[in-house]
C-alpha cells in the first residue's frame, strides 16, 4: 500500500502551475475584483454600502436632448458646427415675385386712380386747359388729367401724343420766324402772313380734331373716337407732308423753299432747313404714333361696327337731339290733330 500512498504532486521536482509568480498576480487581481462586485448593491443610495436602505419609490424617465454632431479640427483642437450646405438661389422665384410685385403696384395705382376719379366726379370738375391765368378774360375750355382720365397702361402712348401736339405747335411758331425771314430776303409779305393764319388755325384744329378724340377715346375705350382719330389724323399726315415739301409761296418753310433760298441768302436757307428738318421729323413721328395707336385699337377688339352703335347711343343720349326729336314729334302731333280737327 505504500505505493499507493504516496503523493504524486508531492515531489519537488514536479513543477507547480500555481506556484508561477506570474498567475498569483492575475489571481490576486481577480480577486479584488470580485469583491468589489460583492459589495455593490444595486438598490442601495450609494454604490458600495451594504445597510439596507428604504426602497426609493420609481422615477420617470427623462429623455435628454442630444445636440448635432459636430466637426473637430484635429489642427486647431476646437470643435466648430456642422454647415449645411447652400443650394444656388433660384432666379426665376426671384423674377417671379418682383413680377408679382409690379402687377400689384399697378393695380394700386390703378384703383387709387379710380377712386380720386369717382370722389371727383365729372359734374364736379372745372376746366384746366389751356392754363390761363386768372385775370384772363378767357376761361379754359376743357378738362385734362393724364393720371386720373386715362388708364395706367394707355398713359405713356396719351402723353406721347400730346407732346406731338405741341411739338406741331412749336414748328408751325418757328414757322413764323421763318416766313419773316423770307419776307424780309424779298419774298413778300404774303409768306408771313399764311405762315401767321396757318399757326392761328392748324394750332386750335389739331388740339380739337385728334387729340380730343384720342384721349377720349382711351377714357372710355370708345371705338368711334378713335374712329374719328384714324380720320382726322390721316389729313394731318398729309398736311404735314407738304409742310415739308414747302412749296414756294405757301407759306411753309419746306424742303423746297429752302433751296431755293440758299441761293440768295445763306443765312436765312440755314434757318429754313432747319424748320423744314421738324417738319419732317413731325411726319416721321405722326406715321409712328398712328400706327402704334392703330395696334392698340386692333387689340381692344374694337371694330366698325362698335363704332356704329355707340355713334347711334352718343346721338340718342345728347339732349340736344332728344330736344329736337321731341319738338318734331309734338309738330307731327299737332299738325295730325288739326287735319283731323278739319274734317
Not at 480577486?31 to 419609490?57: I, S
Not at 418682383?98 to 376719379?117: C, M, N, S, V
Not at 396719351?158 to 419774298?187: D, K, P, Q, S
Not at 443765312?267 to 392703330?294: E, N, P, Q, R, Y
Request: aromatic share 12%; charged share 15%; hydrophobic share 40%.
Amino acid at each position: 500500500m505504500s505505493k499507493f500512498e504516496d503523493n504524486p504532486f508531492g515531489d519537488p521536482t514536479i513543477d507547480n502551475p500555481f506556484a508561477d509568480p506570474a498567475v498569483q498576480q492575475v489571481a490576486r487581481s481577480t480577486n479584488n475584483a470580485t469583491q468589489g462586485l460583492d459589495d455593490y448593491n444595486p438598490f442601495d443610495g450609494q454604490p458600495g454600502a451594504n445597510q439596507p436602505t428604504a426602497q426609493q419609490p420609481p422615477q420617470p424617465a427623462i429623455m435628454q436632448a442630444v445636440s448635432p454632431p459636430t466637426n473637430t479640427h484635429l489642427s486647431g483642437g476646437r470643435t466648430q458646427p456642422q454647415q449645411q450646405p447652400q443650394g444656388p438661389p433660384n432666379n426665376n422665384l426671384t423674377a417671379d415675385l418682383l413680377r408679382r410685385q409690379e402687377e400689384l403696384e399697378r393695380k394700386a395705382e390703378e384703383l387709387a386712380r379710380r377712386e380720386a376719379e369717382l370722389r371727383a366726379g365729372s359734374a364736379g370738375r372745372r376746366n384746366n386747359w389751356p392754363p390761363l391765368p386768372g385775370f384772363c378774360p378767357v376761361q379754359p375750355c376743357f378738362y385734362q388729367d393724364i393720371n386720373v382720365d386715362i388708364p395706367l397702361e394707355f398713359q405713356r402712348i396719351v402723353r406721347h401724343l400730346y407732346h406731338l401736339w405741341m411739338f406741331h405747335a412749336l414748328i408751325l411758331a418757328l414757322n413764323i420766324v421763318g416766313a419773316m425771314c423770307l419776307m424780309f430776303a424779298g419774298e413778300g409779305f404774303t409768306v408771313f402772313g399764311l405762315a401767321i393764319l396757318y399757326f392761328v388755325l392748324l394750332t386750335p384744329f389739331s388740339f380739337v380734331c385728334w387729340y380730343r378724340p384720342i384721349y377720349k377715346a382711351f377714357r372710355s375705350d370708345s371705338s368711334f373716337n378713335f374712329m374719328v382719330y384714324f380720320f382726322i389724323f390721316l389729313f394731318q399726315i398729309i398736311i404735314t407732308v407738304v409742310q415739308s415739301v414747302g412749296f414756294n409761296g405757301s407759306g411753309y418753310c419746306g424742303l423746297i423753299t429752302s433751296i431755293a433760298i440758299f441761293q440768295t441768302n445763306i443765312g436765312v436757307g440755314i434757318i429754313t432747313i432747319l424748320i423744314t428738318i421738324g417738319f419732317i421729323t413731325s411726319a416721321v413721328a405722326d406715321v409712328m404714333l398712328m400706327a402704334k395707336v392703330h395696334r392698340i385699337y386692333r387689340s381692344t377688339g374694337a371694330s366698325l361696327a362698335k363704332a356704329q352703335t355707340e355713334f347711334t347711343t352718343e346721338i340718342l343720349r345728347n339732349p340736344h337731339v332728344q330736344t329736337a326729336a321731341s319738338n318734331a314729334a309734338a309738330a307731327a302731333v299737332n299738325a295730325q290733330i288739326a287735319q283731323a280737327n278739319r274734317y
